[in-house]
């Protein structure tokens, strides 16, 4: 039996620059979006296409808004609320951590229904381009939970030879829990969804990869729930289930309404709109 891994040392702030200084975590939502952002240009345009490549450009603004208000909102709303109700000035104080991929996912879904009425934009042609993309971030984003050294799993058995001691918890062997959700969330979520993507029926079928994207992520989210310590301002919830898996039983429920509704067609647009 092998002796458990340390937690490297990483120092949570990529680069200073004087008084300003950019974190690990800030960079995955950068290189995220950015990468995004570039890959949907071009992921529009294949058949059927939904947008220009210009209309994508506008919507980085929009996403960015919805990633950053709903993921910090979320948090506030489904995790502390008890404590930002007394605490109303750390609400903003995004850089104190604290961001809920729940509460994102739903900023993006309320700019992209805003953008997509306002620009004449298939609001499911489009969002299944984006259900492509988002992995990515997904992934980064758990990297960066690692490199803070947050968020960390349960303890784990004495046979893993990955197990890992967290400084900041205990000296408890646990799972590296974030590696595994990266895996999950980010990798075979992007290839899953990626894959599904190559067949023109299925980027035909509008809300199609939205779907596949919202069940895929809700397993991944609940399987990898089971390796990750819960919030010990929230514990453990109803059986044994932590709000990250309650949050995503939704999701899978909408992801295959939305495909079964793809199936019928029910989800495409009932005029074509000229692009702007």
């Known amino acids: 039996m092998s002796a458990p891994l340390q937690f490297p040392s990483f120092d949570p702030v990529l680069l200073h620059l004087g008084p300003l200084s950019i974190r690990w975590y800030a960079l995955a939502y950068i290189v995220g979006l950015i990468t995004g952002w570039q890959m949907m240009r071009r992921l529009v345009l294949k058949p059927p296409p939904v947008a220009t490549q ?5 919507f980085l ?3 960015t808004l919805g990633v950053v208000l709903g993921g910090r909102l979320g948090y506030v709303l489904f ?6 109700l007394t605490h109303p000035l750390q609400i903003p104080a995004v850089w104190t951590g604290g961001m809920s991929f729940h509460g994102g996912m739903l900023g993006v879904v309320a700019a992209l229904i805003l953008f997509c009425r306002r620009r004449a934009i298939p609001l499911f042609g489009f969002a299944d381009r984006m259900a492509i993309v988002t992995p990515i971030g997904l992934g980064l ?5 690692f490199i803070n050294g947050e968020l960390w799993g349960r303890p784990a058995p004495d046979w893993l030879p990955w197990r890992m001691i967290f400084p900041r918890a205990d000296d408890i062997p646990r799972h590296p829990s974030q590696i595994y959700q990266a895996l999950m969330e980010g990798l075979i979520l992007f290839l899953v ?4 993507s190559r067949n023109m029926r299925v980027r035909a079928r509008f809300g199609m990869l939205t779907g596949i994207f919202l069940v895929g992520y809700g397993i991944a989210r609940i399987i990898g729930e089971f390796f990750r310590e819960p919030d010990a301002f929230l514990g453990y919830l109803w ?8 949050l995503s039983i939704p999701m899978i429920l909408a992801g295959l309404a939305f495909i079964l509704l793809a199936r019928r067609g029910a989800l495409q647009p009932r005029a074509e ?3 702007a």
């Open 79 to 84: 995790y502390q609320p008890g404590f930002y």
């Open 193 to 196: 969804v990626w894959g599904f």
């Open 273 to 275: 709109a000229p692009l």
């Open 61 to 63: 603004t929009w996403a």
């Open 54 to 58: 210009m209309q994508t450009d506008d």
């Open 239 to 246: 059986d044994g289930a932590t709000m990250g898996q309650i």
């Open 141 to 145: 984003g758990r990297v960066a939970n």
